[in-house]
């Protein structure tokens, strides 16, 4: 699995980590092949303007993109809820808003590196 992310995150490197722990909860690690792409927008892309998260994709790729006008934890939140539409596109099961949403909180709860926060 391959793991891209691009924009301007306000701690990279814990971004980092914490989409690592989504893919590992998820049980995303074990595919061989793979990419998931986060990008980091200040606009959404046309069309989507009022949207804080978009995931599209497929078996062998999810593109996620994260609205930067939310706040930085509102901005987890919606990855951790991202994530969860990549793993459905991933493992080609409907793409569910119930599911997504149903999680979010948890996901983010057990998968965020609160040992890394100072």
Same mark, same amino acid.
């Given at each position: 699995?391959?793991?891209?992310?691009?924009?301007?995150?306000?701690?990279?490197?814990?971004?980092?980590?914490?989409?690592?722990?989504?893919?590992?909860?998820?049980?995303?690690?074990?595919?061989? $092949?793979?990419?998931?792409?986060?990008?980091?927008? &200040?606009?959404?892309? =046309? #069309?989507?303007?009022? @949207?804080?998260?978009?995931?599209?994709?497929?078996?062998?790729?999810?593109?996620?993109?994260?609205?930067?006008?939310?706040?930085?934890?509102?901005?987890?939140? $919606?990855?951790?809820?991202?994530?969860?539409?990549? &793993?459905?596109?991933? =493992? #080609?099961?409907?793409? @569910?808003?119930?599911?997504?949403?149903?999680?979010?909180?948890?996901?983010?709860?057990?998968?965020?590196?609160?040992?890394?926060?100072?």
């Amino acid at each position: 699995m391959i793991l891209e992310i691009t924009g301007q995150p306000k701690n990279k490197k814990l971004v980092e980590i914490y989409a690592e722990n989504l893919i590992r909860k998820l049980n995303l690690h074990r595919r061989k $092949t793979g990419t998931i792409s986060i990008n980091f927008r &200040k606009k959404m892309p =046309k #069309g989507f303007g009022d @949207s804080l998260g978009l995931c599209e994709g497929d078996r062998k790729e999810s593109l996620i993109d994260i609205a930067q006008k939310q706040t930085f934890y509102e901005q987890m939140i $919606t990855l951790a809820h991202e994530m969860v539409h990549a &793993k459905q596109f991933m =493992k #080609g099961e409907y793409p @569910s808003e119930i599911e997504a949403k149903s999680l979010e909180y948890d996901l983010f709860g057990r998968c965020y590196p609160w040992e890394r926060v100072k």
